[in-house]
C-alpha cells in the first residue's frame, strides 16, 4: 500500500513541477521552467489563425497546447497600440516585408513599391493591419461551399462569426452578432467631417446607406452601398489576436507560448504517413530544437510562410522539390499555387484651400491629437483612417453574381486632400510562392502576377472602379466642398499608365496586404488542404489561416481568418473526439485517480487512529 502513497506522491510533484505559471519576461512570454519534449498539438504561428486555435484548443485542460511564434510579445508598444500608427509599422521590426517576383508588371518601375507585409510579431498581422472588420460578402461562402461541401456556406459559418466577436454596436441584432466572443469590435470612435460628405455623395449616385456590413446585406442599391466600419478597436486601443485570445488565458497551465521561435521543419514518420514533430530554432538562445505532437500540428504561418512550410517539409511538386534536393513526403503539386490578393489602385482628391468644406488645415495629427488621446484614448490617434467604406459593382460584374467587385476606402492623410483606394475584390489572376532555397531563413519567391489574367478582367475592372470613384468625386456635394476630380481618367491609355507606371511615372497599383489561397481547401487537383483543413495524404497535419481560402473574400480578410481560426479549431476537437481520448487526458485521468486515493487513505488512517 505504501508504494501506491509513494506513486501518487511522485506524480503529484511532477504533475506541479510543470505546471509553473507563465511569467511574462520582458517582451518575451515564456516560463521559467524548461519546455517539455512533447505535446498533443503543436501550433505553428502566433497569427490570427494560430491564436484562435491555440486558444481553443487548450480551453480544455485534458489537452497541451505549444504555440511556436518568430516574433516577440510587442502588445504594449505604443507604436502598435495607436490604432492610426498602423502606417508607421509596414515596414518596420515588426513587419516581414517580401519582396514582389521579379516580373512583376504593376510595380516594375518603382522598387519602393515592392513589398509585400505581414505581421511578425505575436498577433501576427494583427498587429500591424488596419483594423477594419467585413466578414465579406455571404455569396463568397456559398461559392466556397460548392467546392467544398454545405460546411463551408455562409449559414453554417454564421455561428463560428458570431463565436469570434462581442459586438455592442450590434448588441440588438443577435442574429448576425455575438456578444461573448474574445474579440472586442468597436466604430473606432472618431468621426471625420467628410464622412457625412462621402455618404451624400454616393447617395447622389443613388448608392444606398449600408448601417452593417456583416449583418443581413452589403449591397442594396444595385449601384453600390456605403457606410462605415467596424475595427478591432478597443477603448481607442488596437486589439490583436494575441491581445484577444492568447493573453487572457497565458495563466493556463496546459498551455506553453514560446515566441522567437522560428519553425523550420515538420517530421514525419513515413510509414505511417503522419506528421510527428516539428523542428524550430529559439532566436532568443540560438539552439535548435525538435518537439514532438502526440495529435496534431497545425500550420498557421500565413499565406506566404504556410506554403513554404510545407514545401521545406517535402511536400508539394515534385519536381520543385527535386530540384532542391527535398525529399518528398507527399507530392501536392497546389502547394503554393493560388495565390490571390486584392491589387489596389489609389488616388489623391484635392481640395481647394478656399473650400468651405471643414477640414483643418495642416497636418491632422498635431500636439491636440496627442493630448487627446494620451488623457482619454479619444480623437484621430485613437481610430483607424478607414471609416468610410463604398461597396461598387462595375459593369463587369455579371448579373447573376450579386457581390460587389470593387470596394473603396476613403482616407484623410493631411487636411487638403482625400485619399481613395479601390479594391479589385473578385481577381482572375493567380500568383505562386516559390521556394528560393533549402534555407528557412531565406524569404520565398512570391510572384503576384497581377493583370495577367489573359481577358483583361482584373485591369478593366479595377480601371472601372478608379472611374467610379472619381464620379463619386464630380458629385455636387463635393463639387461644393471644393473638391477636384481627376480629368485624365476617360482615356484608357492615359488609365493604364496611372496603373502599371511607366519610365516617367510610378505605378498607381498596388498590393492589398490580402494573401490568399495557397493551401487551398478543396478536393480539385490543386488543393492541398481537404474540407476538414487536413494536408491530403497526411495524418496529424493540418493548415489554418488565411492560406486555405480557395477564392478570396469580398472584403478584407481579418473577419474571415478568424472565422476560419474558430471553425478549424472545433474541426480539431470534434475528430479528437470521435477517435478516442488522448495519452495526456489518461495522464489527467491518473492524476484525479490518485487525488482520490490520497483522500481515501488518509480517511483510512484517521479512521485506524480513531479506533485505537
Ligand atoms: C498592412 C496591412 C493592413 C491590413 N489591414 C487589414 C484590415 O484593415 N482589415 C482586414 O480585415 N485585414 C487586413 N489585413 C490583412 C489581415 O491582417 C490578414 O489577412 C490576416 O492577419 C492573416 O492572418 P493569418 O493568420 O493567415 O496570418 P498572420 O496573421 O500573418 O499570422 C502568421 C504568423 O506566423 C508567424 N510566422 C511566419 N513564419 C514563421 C515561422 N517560420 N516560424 C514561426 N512563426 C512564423 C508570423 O510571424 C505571424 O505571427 C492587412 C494586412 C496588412 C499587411
Known sequence: MWSVVLLTVVLSFEYAATTKTNTRNGPSVRRNTSLPSIFDYIVLGG??????????????????????????????????????????????????????????????????????????????????????????????????????????????????????????????????????????????????????????????????????????????????????????????????????????????????????????????????????????????????????????????????????????????????????????IQDLPGVGENLQDHVITTGLWNVDSSSPFPMPPGSIINQAAWDLFNYNRTGILASSSSRTNVFIRTKFQPVNDSRPDIQVIIRTPNGNSLWALAYLLQPNSRGRVTLASRDPTDAPIVQMNYFSDPASHDVNTLMEGIRRVNQIFSTVPMHNSGFHSFSNLSDDIEFKNYLYGNKSSTANSNSGDHFTGTCKMGIDSIAVVDPRLRVRGIVGLRVIDASIMPFITSGNTQAPVYMIGEKGAQMILDDNNSTGTSAASSLHRSYNFSIVIIFYLVFYISTLIKQH
Open 47 to 328: 497569427g490570427i489563425g494560430g491564436s484562435v486555435v491555440a486558444n481553443r484548443l487548450s480551453a480544455s485542460s485534458q489537452y497541451t497546447v505549444l504555440l511556436l511564434e518568430a516574433g516577440t510579445n510587442v502588445e504594449d508598444e505604443l507604436s502598435v497600440s495607436i490604432p492610426r500608427n498602423w502606417m508607421s509599422n509596414i515596414p518596420s521590426s515588426l513587419s516581414r516585408n517580401d519582396l514582389m517576383g521579379p516580373n512583376e508588371p504593376v510595380v516594375t518601375y518603382d522598387i519602393s513599391k515592392r513589398r509585400l507585409s505581414s505581421g511578425k510579431t505575436l498577433g501576427g498581422t494583427s498587429t500591424i493591419n488596419t483594423q477594419m472588420y467585413v466578414r465579406g460578402n455571404s455569396l463568397d461562402y456559398d461559392i466556397w461551399a460548392k467546392q467544398v461541401g454545405a460546411d463551408w456556406n455562409y449559414q453554417n459559418l454564421l455561428p463560428y462569426f458570431k463565436r469570434v466577436e462581442t459586438s455592442p454596436r450590434y448588441a440588438k441584432n443577435p442574429t448576425y452578432h455575438g456578444s461573448t466572443g474574445p474579440l472586442r469590435l468597436s466604430p473606432g470612435g472618431y468621426e471625420p467631417p467628410e464622412d457625412m460628405l462621402i455618404v451624400q455623395a454616393c447617395q447622389a449616385l443613388n448608392m444606398t446607406f449600408v448601417e452593417d456590413w456583416n449583418g443581413a446585406q452589403q449591397i442594396i442599391s444595385p449601384f453600390g452601398s456605403v457606410g462605415f466600419h467596424e475595427f478591432t478597436i478597443l477603448n481607442g486601443t488596437r486589439q490583436t489576436a494575441f491581445g484577444a485570445y492568447i493573453r487572457p488565458v497565458l495563466n493556463r497551465n496546459n498551455l506553453w507560448v514560446q515566441d522567437s521561435s522560428l519553425v523550420s521543419k515538420v517530421n514525419f514518420d513515413v510509414s505511417k504517413r503522419r506528421a510527428i514533430s516539428v523542428d524550430w530554432y529559439d532566436l532568443e538562445t540560438r539552439e535548435a530544437h525538435t518537439t514532438s505532437a502526440k495529435k496534431e500540428i497545425i500550420v498557421s504561418l500565413g499565406s506566404l510562410r504556410s506554403p513554404q512550410l510545407l514545401l521545406l517539409s517535402g511536400i508539394g511538386n515534385t519536381i520543385e522539390l527535386n530540384k532542391l534536393g527535398i525529399p518528398v
